[in-house]
């Protein structure tokens, strides 16, 4: 009995035992299989994980190759001044590039108050026309949206904004962007891109990207137009140029032709006045020699006064003979090398008798062999001969003429100065002109014939010399010019 109720409580206690391990076991199991679960929803996380990152970085891929492109599209905008050009920039490979296949740019035209296809990608030429007329048929709607300087499309269309799917059905396009051009300006417009891949997710990136692209466009048509724009005024100011200088060709060539009538008149108008004075003098100084009969004293006073006219005469007729002769060139300089004092000391022993009879000191400053000068030297001595007998003619008794000279840029210039009258600021400009002669009281007396200075300066300018005064009234006068040195 005992041994029985033995086995029974060490049966009982083995089965208690055996229980018990078989709890723990089942406990083992449910924690193991939990874990398990755990870790299942952990390789799902994990899975999941590594989809969205692969997405991420497709993403980044093609925003990098967006960047690149706008960069790309950007560069080449840069590089043109020409409007047409640079819609041209905007290739099916950039847009391509930048995640779109359809492509639209259209700008305002005020003239013919529509929207302009400027260029147009992946569309066929009447879908094109449709787009445009369709347009065209809501202007004023796309003129304001134009005007705004914010990017739009198919997913963050405004709130306000009713007509979404019109915009789909215009540009047969199911996502896309549509950003203005030059806004608020009058020749605005905007650049419209799209896709149909379904896959596409328009981002605020995307639209940013666009708004980019449509900024340097608006860059390069300004800079076009303003390129345009000083071209355009570039080519008037040339075509006035050569306008005026066509102009100003003709004026010289007809004030030549004219210059040349007059030299022509003048000089066949001298020779015909010479044969008559010849002749004229010749009668008086036969008659004067009384070889023709006795002549009473009047008549003899006349005939003397003949003789003198005649000479004057004459000389104004070989003045103007000269003048005409040098300016047509039939004169031509016979240039040697000369001591400037050897001329000068020519014309002190032409008019040492009047100098001293007008009681006029001549100062000559210019020593022997100090300037050699190239010059035709009877020439120079008439210019010397010209001036010092104007100095003499206005400048009173007791005055003083004085001769200088320097080296001056390859030439010799020489100053004659007198203490005479002077010559007012109004006659300056003219003084060198033929027949000028200055209105006073002294050329009233004085005889003249207002060729003097304009010879002298003919003869100056045939050796490529120049003559200027100056001189104010009751200041005296000092004539310069210049001669080439020898
Ligand atoms: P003419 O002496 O025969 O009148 P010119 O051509 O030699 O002609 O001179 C023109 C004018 O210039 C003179 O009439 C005179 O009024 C003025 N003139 C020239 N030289 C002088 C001078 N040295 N001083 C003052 N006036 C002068």
């Given at each position: 009995m005992l041994i029985s109720i033995l086995i029974i409580i060490s049966l009982s206690f083995m089965l208690f035992t055996k229980m018990q391990k078989n709890k723990k076991l089942q406990n083992e199991t449910a924690e193991l299989k939990k874990s398990l679960d755990n870790m299942d929803e952990q390789a799902k996380i994990i899975v999941r994980t590594d989809i969205e990152l692969n997405r991420t970085q497709e993403g980044l891929d093609?925003?990098?190759?967006?960047?690149?492109?706008l960069q790309r599209i950007s560069h080449s905008i840069s590089m043109t001044l020409i409007e047409?050009?640079?819609f041209k920039r905007l290739s099916p490979e950039n847009l391509e590039e930048l995640g779109f296949e359809k492509g639209?740019?259209?700008?305002?035209?005020?003239e013919k108050e529509n929207f302009i296809l400027k260029t147009a990608i992946g569309y066929a030429e009447e879908d094109r026309d449709i787009i445009t007329s369709y347009l065209n048929s809501a202007k004023e709607h796309f003129l304001k949206l134009t005007s705004k300087d914010e990017a739009i499309s198919s997913v963050s269309l405004p709130d306000n904004f009713s007509d979404t799917n019109a915009l789909h059905n215009i540009f047969r396009a199911k996502y896309f962007i549509l950003s203005p051009i030059l806004p608020n300006q009058n020749n605005r417009g905007f650049i419209f891109v799209a896709t149909e891949k379904d896959d596409t997710l328009i981002t605020e990136g995307d639209e940013e990207l666009i708004k980019i692209l449509a900024t340097q466009i608006s860059q390069g048509l300004e800079n076009a137009r303003l390129f345009e724009k000083t071209w355009s005024v570039?080519?008037?100011?040339?075509?006035?140029v050569a306008e005026r200088t066509q102009e100003l060709a003709s004026a010289l060539e007809e004030a030549k032709k004219m210059s040349r009538r007059k030299t022509d008149f003048i000089s066949s108008t001298s020779h015909e006045l010479r044969t008559p004075l010849t002749s004229i003098k010749g009668y008086a100084a036969i008659l004067l020699t009384g070889k023709l009969g006795k002549i009473p004293t009047e008549a003899r006073e006349r005939l003397e006064k003949i003789n003198r006219h005649s000479d004057e005469l004459g000389h104004i007729v070989n003045d103007l003979l000269d003048i005409s002769r040098i300016e047509s060139g039939k004169v031509t300089m016979s240039l040697e090398p000369c001591d400037l004092r050897e001329i000068i000391n020519k014309t002190d022993d032409l008019l040492s008798d009047q100098l001293k009879e007008k009681k006029i000191n001549l100062e000559i400053l210019v020593k022997p062999k100090e300037f050699q000068v190239l010059t035709d030297p009877a020439q120079i001595v008439r210019v010397f001969i010209n001036l010092i007998g104007n100095a003499m003619k206005f400048t009173p008794a007791g005055g003083k003429i004085s001769i200088s000279a320097q080296k001056k840029d390859r030439m010799v210039q020489v100053d004659l100065s007198d203490t005479g009258c002077g010559i007012p600021q109004d006659a300056l400009e003219s003084i060198f002109e033929e027949?000028?002669?200055?209105?006073?009281?002294?050329?009233?007396e004085v005889k003249g014939t207002g060729l003097g200075l304009a010879l002298v300066k003919h003869i100056i300018e045939a050796h490529q010399g120049k003559i200027w005064v100056k001189s104010k009234t009751g200041a005296g006068s000092i004539f310069s010019f210049t001669l080439p040195q020898g």
């Open positions: 093609k925003k990098i190759t967006g960047l690149y492109a047409d050009q640079i639209l740019i259209l700008l305002w035209d005020n570039q080519q008037e100011l040339e075509k006035k027949f000028f002669r200055v209105e006073n009281p002294i050329n009233q």
